[in-house]
């Protein structure tokens, strides 16, 4: 089970599931780096930086 099943997006200051980005990035592969890339942050401190994996057609939230 991933640790993070959502993040903290502070451009809209609300959280953002790993299954919106997943809608999104279905639709256009580029929308992480465009939207989210240093955007998303751990949704309980919002300190932590998070990234998106993209493994074996999986998509989940990594902390730096």
């Known amino acids: 089970m991933a640790k993070y099943a959502e993040a903290f997006f502070d451009t809209t200051r609300e959280p953002v ?3 919106q980005i997943r809608r999104e990035y279905i639709l256009d592969h580029t929308v992480y780096e465009r939207k989210y890339k240093g955007h998303i ?3 309980y401190c919002k300190v932590v930086p998070l990234t ?3 493994t074996n ?3 989940y ?3 730096h």
């Open 17 to 19: 599931t790993i299954m």
């Open 52 to 54: 998106v994996v993209h």
């Open 61 to 63: 939230y990594r902390g």
């Open 41 to 43: 942050f751990c949704p």
């Open 57 to 59: 057609d999986l998509l």
